[in-house]
């Protein structure tokens, strides 16, 4: 059975103690790179700064690239009623949201591919 989560701290957590760090971020750098947007990380790239880091680009996305975020969302598959209740939430860090919804979908793809190859 999948493992649920209540944050993007614990989901990564777990993945980082299932050796399925790397498969995570293979697989956020691939959706980014079919949705035509970069990704970048360092080679050494912890838990908390891969929070970081992606957080920012989806806050960067939403302000300024909102087209090219709904297009993210689409290419990794969130569903858009997912997607259009965290748009009514009003709070100033939205994009933490949507890094916790992007990061369990990406997780969802890596740990099906694990258990069922």
Known sequence: MIPVFKESAELIKYASSHQLYDDLISQLKKDF???????DLPADCNPDELKYLLQKNIQFLIEEKFSDFLNLLYV????????????????????SHYTFLILKRVW???WFRQNYK
């Open 76 to 95: 990794i598959d969130l569903p858009e009623t997912t997607a259009k209740k965290i748009m009514n939430i009003r709070d100033q860090n939205i994009s």
């Open 33 to 39: 790179g079919l949705a035509n947007l970069t990704f």
């Open 108 to 110: 969802q793809k890596v």
